[in-house]
């Protein structure tokens, strides 16, 4: 089965799989795989959420589109088969049969189904079915600038434990079984820089260890020439977060809410007595 | 993957090649319309590669070659509502009675005949000629004109009017304004406006950078002149392990991106840091003292000109020797910029002690009051790094990065500077006329000559030529009457209304606007010429094809595309060429201009000067050529023979040497503070420290390019339109204005308000959109939205808010006319809508908008 593997990492928001998949099917018809798209209809949209604070920002960016679940909520809220799934995973509106049902689209967790008010339908993306035909690419797919959308065969990832970065599912706990694979998808982080007692320099070289209060999990860094540190991809939660360099007086910042990400700003430490 | 060209698609439809500003594409064309644009692709059989190596890591250019953002959305253009698909005439702009100058802007037009419209213009053309001479017209290319070598300002619009003579209104480089007047005193280069050209900048980089400074400077999404696959290299950059750095008051796309850390400065405060940063260097020794004895003149008090004296270096400066007195700390600097001294000390010592690349040429810093200021400094902390060293260069958002290139594999001669189809006719002509009016004094030459002015020239190709002085109107010449603008924009001008304004002058009898849309300046027109598309007409031409003009500045495959004609032209619009051929012949040049030939005969002469290794049919008929890389090839980067031997290969300057003391400002300006002989920081008159002005005006106005727009084209395309535009509760797209949550507040103002964006130039709409990506104190509005108008006034509430309205016009300097565009300050307030559309209903319907043509 091939389908999405989306790396949210890369993704620089260019928005030219968004307007690949306009120019595809805005003014074209391919039923019965797809009608031509309505307007304001994103059958795949970039999620754009800020993270951070101050001069420490961050965006985290997420590809959004049909997860072709296994098991699908529209396929089941769909009446007269007006939805269906391909040999290939593919699930696939019949722009005929799914006239007038809402259903469909009220069923999907993500968003990822429109209403077509003129024709009357849900609409969604079909990984470009009618190119997967032809032995082509989804335009999202060859319209990425940065390899942040493949077409893969999902067989090939079901053991991630070689890849530099691991598998993800977007929001698994919907429980839809959601089938396009994710990495790199946006966690907390927790930034800042370490400087003198005076604020006049900064100290590279200071380890900096957060401990998740409940978890107990520990992620270390040690600060760049700025006196900067990021702890990248942290479980949500509450931290203690210690600073320990040579010559330093050790410090702890604790109960540091980093359910999102967290930007500690300037961190001073003093010379030991 | 087999050939691209032949896959089966499930409609059945027609493969074209295009070359478009925004990236070469394949069009799918089906019954005469197009189905679909793909990013071009070649087939990895056909191409030879090379790629670069570093620590076991590879980058090798893409097959695909990706589109810039409006690029993937140029379907939507072809047929887009604005198409002017018939010659326009302005209804009440009678040539044999009332012309109503004062309702342009206002009327609407009538369509007309091609015969009608090319009989108006030579009657008016041989009225002016005949009364005032042919400097009684000026003629203005916009600067963006889609690539090619025939169907290219340079070509045909430059043979036309040098035949015919006229006054040229130039634009200047107004990308990199301050380096264009500033650098070329600092290292020469006058030829590239003060850019030098940055061959093998990918490999020295890669191989020999440590750490990447982007200052002012967005390549990942301002790369627009060289189509590149610049994400790629950005990631390739980081997996190799680089520091990357951003220095600028917003974070950017490169920066979000790629970066590691954002120093946040105040807009214009650049040259206070970047003075600290030498401050730091020369206290603690980090800089290359034995390169600036044998490479540089006025570094120190012992390398001045003769004659000069003591205390006039840079390095007096600096240290508070010279006459101001003032060492250049860091804490003295923070005060100013508002970064940490610490963190100007460690970006100092990391800089200063590692092959530094310094991304700061263009971008925004550059196109400030005394920004000339700004590039020098800039060049100067390189030249203290020893520039051309291995890794230590000078990089900008576009034309600065470059693989393996040889001169040969390329479509020149035929391209951006070198004339286009002048190099295969029979006979050439210089424009007879040597008047000139910069388009920053277009309002000033049109309703106040006479004039004078010194910079604002598009192109120089010496001090003397940019030193200069030029009067309006020169001597023998007239004032112009007749204004022509190839394209539908005198490129993107500050105070826009003003300008605006300058369009209803009586002292502009005739204005007549040839575009494929009806944009922009179109709506000031007494006609208009329908011009074809990229998609209607033949020509020959690489990705990036600016590259022809510094040559190097392309990476990836080096390819040629054969612009295919892939549609028929929109109702009866024509190529400029099949325009100019037909008004040279009706003024009487008979063949003069064409010489006999065809756009085919042309495309094939110029082809023969390719060194494309297929027949003219063969290229034509595939669409494309990629050359294979360049066999024994040997690097040459940046500055590289200057770096190793200043004596046997000396800059373009008077003493062969980089000039951090320019004598030549010295002998022209003496010690003058808006241009001293060696950088300075000089606060700017519009600006952070202008505390009056802040009272009334307190936010400091950004102004980067739009990201989902090219300048001002297709602000009209919805697809586009939906990435940026606030959909107010109104239902109208307003531009955005960006600002930090910290100003938004203080404004009682969220995000999706709309709101008036004002400062004593004029008044915008716009929606706010709130983000932390900005320092407090400064929110972005972009210029190049259309203008909307709510009344007739020109200086009425522009509701299509475009930036211009509110952007500097004043000189950047003594130095230079213009280029001062992003120093503004503005205040923003929440719009009252309901009131302002019972206060302009008319203007709320859209009457007096760009894209309207009833009027």
Redesign the interface.
């Known amino acids: 089965m091939k389908t999405l593997l989306i790396n949210a990492g890369?993704c620089?928001?260019?928005?030219?799989c968004?307007?690949?998949c306009?120019?595809?099917f805005?003014?074209?018809d391919?039923s019965p795989l797809a009608a031509p798209q309505g307007?304001?209809q994103y059958w795949i949209r970039i999620v754009n959420e800020?993270a951070?604070?101050?001069?420490?920002?961050?965006?985290q960016r997420v590809p959004l589109v049909c997860q072709q679940c296994a098991d699908a909520p529209c396929l089941a809220a769909a009446a007269d088969g007006a939805a269906y799934r391909r040999a290939d995973g593919v699930v696939i509106f019949d722009p005929e049969k799914a006239q007038g049902q809402r259903a469909i689209m009220d069923a999907c967790p993500y968003g990822a189904v429109y209403w077509n008010e003129a024709r009357n339908i849900p609409q969604k993306c079909t990984l470009c079915a009618?190119?997967l035909?032809?032995?082509?690419q989804p335009?999202c797919v060859?319209?990425c600038?940065?390899?942040a959308l493949r077409l893969v065969d999902a067989a090939d990832y079901a053991d991630d434990a070689l890849l530099p970065q691991p598998i993800e599912r977007l929001r698994p706990e919907l429980g839809t079984g959601p089938r396009v694979l994710y990495q790199d998808l946006p966690r907390p982080f927790i930034a800042g820089e370490t400087?003198?007692g005076d604020?006049?320099?900064?100290l590279p070289g200071v380890k900096v260890t957060a401990t998740h209060q409940v978890l107990g999990r520990v992620y270390e860094a040690v600060t760049?020439?700025?006196?900067?540190f990021s702890l990248d991809g942290v479980e949500p939660g509450y931290y203690a977060i210690a600073f320990e360099g040579a010559g330093l007086t050790r410090k702890t910042l604790s109960n540091m809410d980093a359910r999102e990400a967290l930007n500690v700003g300037s961190v001073r430490l003093y010379p030991l007595a | 993957m087999g050939d691209p060209r032949s896959f089966q698609d499930p409609s059945d439809v027609e493969r074209f090649t295009s070359c478009t500003t925004a990236g070469p594409m394949f069009v799918d064309v089906k019954d005469g319309k197009i189905v679909r644009v793909d990013p071009i692709s070649f087939d990895p059989e056909e191409v030879d590669s090379w790629q670069v190596d570093v620590n076991g890591k590879t980058y090798r250019p893409p097959l695909t070659l990706p589109l810039l953002p409006w690029g993937q959305a140029y379907k939507a253009m072809q047929s887009t509502e604005t198409r002017v698909k018939y010659p326009l005439k302005r209804r009440d702009w009678d040539p044999d009675g009332e012309r109503n100058p004062q309702n342009r802007g206002i009327t609407g037009y009538e369509r007309i005949s091609w015969d009608e419209a090319y009989e108006l213009i030579v009657r008016e053309m041989n009225r002016v000629r005949a009364t005032r001479g042919p400097s009684g017209i000026g003629y203005c290319d916009s600067a963006h004109t889609e690539w090619g070598s025939l169907h290219f300002v340079f070509s045909d619009v430059y043979r036309f009017w040098h035949m015919v003579g006229g006054t040229f209104i130039e634009f200047t480089p107004n990308s990199w304004e301050g380096w264009a007047c500033g650098a070329p005193f600092l290292w020469g280069d006058w030829q590239g406006h003060g850019l030098p050209a940055a061959p093998d900048s990918l490999q020295d980089i890669s191989r020999e950078s440590e750490l990447i400074i982007l200052w002012g400077n967005d390549p990942l999404m301002h790369s627009i002149y060289s189509g590149i696959d610049t994400a790629r290299i950005w990631q390739y950059w980081r997996d190799l392990g680089k520091k990357i750095v951003v220095v600028e008051p917003f974070l950017n796309e490169t920066g979000l991106n790629y970066a590691d850390k954002w120093i946040r400065i105040y807009p214009g405060t650049d040259g206070a840091m970047a003075a600290a940063i030498a401050y730091t260097w020369i206290t603690e020794g980090l800089y290359d003292q034995d390169y600036l004895d044998t490479h540089a003149v006025g570094f120190d008090d012992e390398h001045l000109p003769e004659g000069i004296p003591a205390g006039s270096s840079f390095k007096a400066y600096i240290l508070g020797e010279g006459e101001d007195g003032t060492p250049k700390t860091p804490e003295w600097a923070s005060e100013i910029c508002g970064v940490e001294p610490r963190v100007i000390r460690a970006l100092a010592r990391q800089w200063g002690t590692r092959p530094t690349s310094l991304w700061c040429m263009q971008g925004g810093a550059c196109r400030r009051e005394f920004a000339h200021e700004f590039t020098r400094m800039m060049g100067t902390l390189q030249i203290m790094q020893g520039l051309g060293k291995p890794g230590v260069g000078v990089q900008g958002t576009c034309l600065s990065i470059s693989g393996p290139y040889d001169a040969k594999n390329q479509v020149g001669p035929t391209g951006y500077a070198d004339g286009g189809m002048n190099v295969v006719m029979e006979r050439y002509y210089p424009n007879p006329i040597p008047q000139k009016i910069t388009f920053q004094k277009f309002y000033d030459c049109i309703n106040d000559a006479p004039q004078h002015w010194q910079g604002g020239h598009q192109d120089n190709f010496s001090a003397d030529m940019f030193l200069e002085q030029m009067d309006y109107p020169m001597a023998g010449c007239a004032e112009v009457e007749f204004v022509w603008l190839h394209g539908s924009t005198l490129t993107n001008p500050p105070n826009y209304q003003h300008h605006l304004e300058t369009y209803r002058s009586p002292n502009i009898t005739t204005f007549v606007v040839t575009a494929p849309w009806f944009d922009r300046d179109c709506r000031y027109a007494d006609i208009v010429l329908p011009i074809t598309t990229v998609f209607e007409r033949q020509d020959i031409t690489e990705p990036a094809s600016v590259g022809q003009y510094i040559p190097p500045s392309y990476v990836g495959l080096r390819n040629a595309i054969f612009t295919q004609k892939c549609v028929e032209p929109a109702g009866e619009s024509k190529t400029d060429l099949q325009v100019y051929t037909e008004l040279a012949e009706r003024l009487g040049y008979g063949e003069y201009y064409i010489e006999g030939n065809t756009e085919e005969t042309l495309l094939r002469k110029m082809y023969e000067r390719t060194s494309i290794p297929l027949t003219y049919d063969e290229f034509k008929e595939k669409g494309y050529y990629v050359w294979p890389q360049p066999k024994d090839y040997v690097e040459c980067k940046q500055f590289q023979r200057f770096y190793e031997d200043p004596e046997g290969n000396p800059l373009d300057t008077p003493s062969g040497k980089a000039e951090i003391f320019s004598k030549r400002l010295y002998d022209h300006y003496g010690n003058h503070p808006e241009i001293p002989p060696v950088p300075h920081f000089i606060p700017e008159r519009e600006g952070h420290l202008s505390a009056e002005l802040k009272e009334k005006y307190p936010l400091q106005m950004l102004m980067a390019h739009p990201k989902y727009r090219f300048h001002g084209k297709y602000n009209d395309i919805e697809w586009l339109r939906e990435n940026y535009k606030v959909f107010g509760p109104d239902g109208y797209g307003y531009e955005p204005c960006w600002m930090n949550p910290v100003d938004a507040e203080a404004r009682g103002l969220v995000d999706g308000d709309i709101v008036i964006c004002r400062n004593d130039r004029g008044r915008v709409m716009a929606g706010v959109r709130v983000t932390k990506r900005l320092i407090p104190g400064v929110a972005w509005l972009s210029y190049g939205a259309w203008q909307d108008p709510l009344s007739e006034d020109v200086h009425s509430i522009d509701r299509g808010g475009d930036g211009n309205v509110l952007a500097n016009n004043a000189p950047m300097s003594v130095h230079h006319v213009g280029g001062a565009f992003n120093s503004v300050l503005f205040e923003v307030e929440k719009a009252d809508l309901d009131a302002l559309e019972a206060a302009y209903p008319e203007g709320f319907a859209g009457k007096y908008r760009t894209w309207n043509r009833e009027g």
């Open positions: 890369k620089i928001d260019c928005r030219n968004q307007t690949a306009k120019d595809e805005c003014d074209n391919w307007p304001r800020e951070g604070d101050g001069d420490r920002v961050r965006m009618h190119l035909d032809a032995g082509r335009r060859t319209a600038p940065t390899d400087c003198t604020g006049a320099a900064v760049d020439e700025f006196g900067d």
